[in-house]
């Protein structure tokens, strides 16, 4: 099996199924803060599959976009985190 | 936000995001990249900062008030545009130096433009953001 049907059988259909689960808990998840995470690991997974077209395509520059969405991935969980907590102090 | 770890991680990490949106906005003109994510980079990490130490200490920080970045970048960009008026070339014509520069790579009338963007976006997130952490 080469690097290019790996990534193509079986990377792309896990990382497919667990943004399905993922989606499942973003919408059903209790408390706000469940949604919060679930968004927060929506965006992980969307930077592995970044990552992995960026091998097949052999396109680096790719990276770079990944890596920007991670940083704005962790602005906004940050962002909730501190909302959450300033209306619960009120 | 009393968070250690968080507190202690935003002090490296705005250096190090500056530094990574101005190498993003150079790059821009071949490559993915230019004024407008190097700018918001740039925002996000202000905004960071803020959430770490508080708004009063970010905005020591920026020294001036982040709604006078718009204008001024917005003069740069159009005054880079007006350029090529006086050599009788289209309005908005890229016009390059010779030589490369060193570190920078070729200098244009198209980076100007591109620095006036990245300052009304700082200009613009930071408003934006600073008064809704302010309404809160």
């Not at chain 1, 259909?13 to 803060?33: D, E, H, Q, T, W």
């Not at chain 2, 002090?11 to 004024?35: A, D, E, K, N, Q």
């Amino acid at each position: 099996m080469s690097l290019q049907e790996y990534f193509n059988l079986i990377i792309v259909p896990i990382l497919g199924i667990s943004v399905i689960l993922v989606f499942i808990r973003f919408i059903k998840g209790p408390s706000l803060a469940d949604r919060v995470i679930a968004l927060d690991m929506l965006i992980l997974i969307s930077i592995c599959i970044i990552a992995v077209y960026s091998i097949v395509y052999h396109q680096s520059t790719f990276l770079d976009i990944a890596m920007l969405f991670a940083l704005i991935a962790f602005l906004s969980t940050t962002a909730y985190a501190f909302y959450l907590e300033k209306r619960e102090r009120k | 936000m009393k968070s250690l770890i968080f507190r202690t991680a935003s002090t490296y990490l705005l250096p190090l995001m500056l530094l990574f949106s101005i190498f993003i906005l150079l790059r821009g003109h071949y490559l993915p990249g230019g004024g407008f994510v190097g700018g918001l980079m740039a925002a996000i990490a202000f905004l960071i900062h803020s959430f770490a130490f508080g708004l009063k200490e970010t905005k020591e920080i920026i020294k001036i008030n982040p709604g006078y970045l718009m204008p001024i970048g917005l003069v740069l960009a159009v005054g880079s545009g007006m350029v090529p008026l006086f050599v009788n070339d289209p309005f908005l014509t890229g016009l390059w130096f010779e030589e490369p520069f060193r570190f920078i790579g070729m200098v244009g009338s198209a980076l100007f433009f591109d620095i006036g963007v990245y300052l009304v976006v700082i200009g613009a997130t930071l408003t934006i953001m600073f008064s809704i952490t302010e309404s809160v």
